[in-house]
């Protein structure tokens, strides 16, 4: 038997339900603020990522799937969705359209991580990204609509953590005031750690090994560094955030896995997850646009992990179960087709309907629709043709009646609908 590849998993009914539910609410929030879907592809020319992601990461250094196509062409499976939708953008030349775009998408990503629970080597995200708006009031506004979105999927026990990671004009100091700490605590660092102090050294600030951490904690903060214009900014997200009643943590350590976040960065956090307890982040990229051959445009948006999300959503999964509304249990040929007949009728006209399309017995048949959950159930033979009339029988109440063959669809209607 071929079974599935390590790090990747079906969603099967039952589980679809519940995505399908999740996606809506997603949807109908994004479309209430103003988003628009945007389908982005799977695959990308490597260098997309390569100068998106940036070289020195985790992700293009060790988790991409990449691989040359026929023309030697090197291609790669998409790691994230931002730099796509940027490469859309400028493509399409969607903000001489309009200047603000609000988009959002929901896909699969794929990376080569170590599998374990709630993370996979192909994982689900929803994103939804701002274009064209500096205003701190829009990095607020995306905290607001995941607190909302995760209030409404019944997440429990979250928090928004947020944190600056200035600019280009003030993150350099910063920079070389954390290789100062850094060259005080090299001996505790891992050798990620050692390699990423040269080349970024803020991914030092995101690294999980307890070495690590113990080295960071006194270390120098963004926050205390930041230049007039992004402490001004940084304020402004903190007032609106007060003032929509969101509470939040400054985290001095938070920063993001990618090259590309300035200013305003956040997490949403969550007890219900241990160690990995973040379901969704993002920030603001004002530089990205341009870094991609794009003109100068402020950006800002965020990742909401898909499958964490289901992780930690305290829905109730069986209630997006849509049983049928109708099940035909046929016994005779004769009965067989006119039941055939009313299920694809009913089926057009939106009342779930499910039959037996083979030739057994009705206890087997009654048994199926229990198992289906069915509301209702005909029940109909040669005698029930003959005489014009079928049984229609609540399966809650058990209360049957007859039903004029003439009259089934219309019947059936008005008490399904």
């Known amino acids: 038997m071929i079974q599935i590849i390590r790090g990747f998993k079906d969603i099967l009914p039952g589980e679809t339900e519940l995505w399908q539910h999740i996606e809506i609410c997603a949807r109908s929030l994004f479309e209430n603020f103003g988003f628009k879907e945007i389908r982005i592809p799977i695959l990308e020319k490597t260098e997309l990522f390569a100068r998106s992601i940036g070289e020195d990461t985790d992700i293009v250094e060790k988790e991409m799937y990449t691989f040359e196509d026929r023309k030697g062409e090197k291609i790669t499976l998409r790691p994230e969705a931002t730099a796509s939708i940027v490469r859309s953008l400028i493509q399409h030349g969607l903000y001489t359209k309009n200047p603000v775009q609000k988009l959002y998408t929901i896909g699969p990503m794929f990376r080569r991580e170590r599998p374990q629970k709630g993370r996979y080597r192909q994982f689900y995200q929803i994103n ?194 849509k049983s049928p509304h109708l099940f035909i249990a046929a016994l005779g040929e004769k009965s067989r087709m006119k039941a055939f007949e009313w299920s694809c009728r009913l089926g057009e006209k939106g009342i779930r309907t499910e039959m037996e399309l083979g030739k057994k017995g009705l206890k087997s048949q009654m048994k199926q629709a229990d198992r289906l959950n069915a509301g209702f159930v005909i029940i109909m033979g040669e005698d029930e043709l003959s005489s014009g009339s079928v049984v229609l029988k609540d399966m809650k109440t058990s209360i049957q009646e007859q039903i004029p063959i003439t009259d089934v669809v219309d019947a059936v209607m008005r008490r399904c609908i």
Do not use: W
């Open 128 to 321: 939804a990204e701002i274009f064209g708006v500096g205003s701190a009031l829009a990095d607020a506004e995306l905290i607001f609509i995941l607190m909302t979105l995760f209030s409404r999927l019944s997440v429990k026990n979250t928090e928004a953590h947020i944190n600056s990671l200035g600019c280009r004009e003030c993150r350099p100091i910063y920079k070389e005031a954390l290789n100062t700490h850094l060259d005080d605590f090299s001996s505790m660092l891992c050798p990620d750690c050692v390699r990423r102090k040269s080349r970024n050294p803020l991914r030092v600030l995101d690294c999980k090994v307890p070495s690590c951490r113990l080295a960071m904690e006194n270390a120098p903060a963004m926050v205390d560094f930041l230049c007039d214009d992004c402490n001004a900014h940084f304020e402004e997200t903190k007032q609106a955030l007060e003032m929509l009643k969101i509470p939040f943590i400054l985290d001095r350590n938070l920063v993001r896995g990618l090259d590309y976040y300035t200013r305003t960065t956040f997490e949403i956090q969550t007890s219900v997850l241990g160690a990995q307890n973040a379901v969704a982040g993002g920030g603001r990229y004002d530089g990205l646009v341009q870094a991609l051959g794009g003109p100068q445009i402020s950006a800002t948006g965020f990742a909401i992990g898909f499958d964490r999300l289901i992780e930690v959503s305290d829905l109730d999964r069986d209630s997006f179960v």
